[in-house]
């Protein structure tokens, strides 16, 4: 089959979270098993666009509303991912550093779904499946079903993949100018609670809708920000799969940003090594466990959750453990755990930002990656602390809870918590203190991880499936 994945993300193009790891590696995975799989997305001034070679493969034009544009798209010439990459420039629109969160993202995102199906439509083939990923692509499907001047893609089918619900693209009716003439008969397949709804629409309008693990799929039909009753009614064409992590990338064994490799044999002395590093660069006590966050600063994440926890954890049980903060995110927050850095000295340490190399280290040496999320659609943090030994916490949610067996259940390897509170966090500090005396019994914890089967290869089976069907 040939397939085009359109997308606001990818890795290592542009990422700001799980959406750009998938998009990057999921079309690689299933070029690899036989089929075409393309990628299109926005053309942002990012390091990767100026650090590669690029053709152009196609100048046209469009037009939103009354405003006409000119648009350009190149495809990068190396083949580089393993999947054909293309990315779509619109001066004025797409030509920035960031990804998101610009006041005319609204726009942004709408011109670029209309120049990618104008390109489309020039083709002459068709592709047998476009492959839309969250409320950036989400108009898509309607254009395709409904714009009378794209009716020639109308019989491509349509999968859409929900990454996160909670941000949906809302718009106001007054930018409904925007979609390409469209059947006005068909008003109630843009709308949802008297705005056009770009996710609402894309899972009104597609053949299928996919969501990134079982778990999160059923949440969706209770909590998924006003949308409850539209999942309970499409729920028929809804599938939930598990997104899988590019072990090429995420190996131990062969991680280019680590000195030092281990594998599932070798995984003590390996992690001790890779802990001395981070022990020695955070002033840590190397004897002590090491529970360490990784990923954004946000209310999803219960990031604000963290201060309180640690601090209740070392006064609860001492300096008993090391901890250590690596993200970005709502700046009070950053705030609180900056402020932590004197007082708890020699105990916690923190890194604001993001950087990929120490995030694998992080993985590396931890013993406990924490992840208290009040909402998390599948995770990948906690199958990459998997692969590389290290015991995920987690709170029972979304894809969390379909791959963190906890250690009390037979053949667990974690440990899990319900509630997303610094309470239960302080409880679940204390089972991670008390596994880590126990050394057998944490090796044999690591050892169940590191044999889970998280690739890719797996997952692209079930997509074939949605695919067929």
């Given at each position: 089959m040939e397939i085009v994945h359109l997308s606001a993300e990818c890795y290592p193009v542009a990422k700001a979270g799980g959406l750009g790891d998938v998009v990057g590696a999921l079309p690689k995975y299933q070029c690899k098993a036989g089929h075409i799989a393309k990628v299109v997305m926005p053309m942002y001034r990012t390091p990767f666009l100026?650090?590669?070679?690029?053709?152009?493969?196609?100048?046209?034009?469009?037009?939103?509303?009354?405003?006409?544009?000119?648009?350009?798209?190149?495809?990068?010439?190396?083949?580089?991912?393993?999947?054909?990459?293309?990315?779509?420039?619109?001066?004025?629109?797409?030509?920035?550093?960031?990804?998101?969160?610009?006041?005319?993202?609204?726009?942004?995102?709408?011109?670029?779904?209309?120049?990618?199906?104008?390109?489309?439509?020039?083709?002459?083939?068709?592709?047998?499946?476009?492959?839309?990923?969250?409320?950036?692509?989400?108009?898509?499907?309607?254009?395709?079903?409904?714009?009378?001047?794209?009716?020639?893609?109308?019989?491509?089918k349509t999968i859409f993949t929900i990454h996160n619900a909670q941000y949906q693209g809302w718009m106001t009716w007054d930018k409904s100018r925007y979609i390409p003439r469209w059947d006005l008969w068909k008003r109630g397949m843009l709308e949802w609670a008297n705005n056009i709804n770009p996710l609402a629409s894309a899972v009104k309008c597609c053949d299928r809708v996919t969501t990134v693990s079982q778990s999160y799929l059923e949440e969706l039909k209770f909590q998924s920000n006003g949308l409850e009753k539209l999942f309970e009614y499409e729920r028929g064409k809804c599938v939930g799969i598990l997104n899988g992590i590019d072990n090429e990338v995420w190996n131990p064994a062969t991680d280019n940003y680590l000195q030092h490799h281990f594998s599932i044999t070798s995984v003590t002395k390996g992690k001790e090594k890779n802990k001395e590093l981070l022990c020695h660069r955070f002033g840590f006590d190397l004897q002590k466990p090491l529970i360490v966050f990784i990923g954004r600063l946000v209310g999803e994440k219960a990031a604000e959750l963290l201060p309180d926890a640690i601090a209740g954890a070392i006064y609860q049980f001492g300096h008993t453990a090391s901890y250590l903060i690596l993200g970005s995110g709502e700046h009070q927050v950053e705030g609180r755990l900056t402020d932590m850095l004197m007082p708890f000295?020699?105990?916690?340490?923190?890194?604001?930002?993001?950087?990929?190399?120490?995030?694998?280290?992080?993985?590396?040496?931890?013993?406990?990656?924490?992840?208290?999320?009040?909402?998390?659609?599948?995770?990948?943090?906690?199958?990459?602390?998997?692969?590389?030994?290290?015991?995920?916490?987690?709170?029972?949610?979304?894809?969390?809870?379909?791959?963190?067996?906890?250690?009390?259940?037979?053949?667990?390897?974690?440990?899990?918590?319900?509630?997303a509170t610094a309470g239960d966090i302080i409880y679940s500090i204390g089972r991670a203190i008390q596994v880590y005396r126990d050394k057998n019994f944490l090796l044999l914890m690591r050892e169940r991880m590191m044999q889970i089967d998280h690739s890719w290869e797996n997952t692209v089976q079930q997509y074939d499936q949605v695919y067929q069907s």
């Open positions: 100026y650090n590669h070679e690029w053709s152009v493969d196609f100048k046209g034009h469009a037009n939103l509303a009354n405003w006409y544009f000119d648009f350009t798209v190149i495809k990068e010439k190396h083949n580089t991912l393993g999947y054909d990459l293309y990315l779509i420039d619109i001066n004025g629109l797409l030509d920035r550093q960031k990804i998101y969160g610009y006041d005319d993202d609204t726009e942004r995102f709408t011109a670029f779904q209309i120049a990618g199906l104008t390109w489309m439509k020039s083709w002459e083939h068709r592709p047998d499946v476009v492959h839309c990923h969250d409320y950036h692509t989400g108009l898509t499907p309607f254009i395709m079903r409904y714009a009378f001047d794209f009716q020639a893609l109308s019989g491509i000295s020699g105990t916690y340490n923190a890194v604001i930002g993001y950087d990929e190399k120490l995030s694998h280290l992080m993985y590396a040496g931890a013993d406990f990656l924490l992840m208290p999320s009040r909402v998390e659609p599948c995770g990948l943090n906690q199958m990459y602390a998997m692969r590389y030994g290290t015991v995920p916490m987690v709170r029972s949610t979304g894809g969390l809870k379909d791959t963190v067996v906890d250690m009390g259940e037979t053949e667990g390897f974690g440990i899990r918590f319900d509630q």
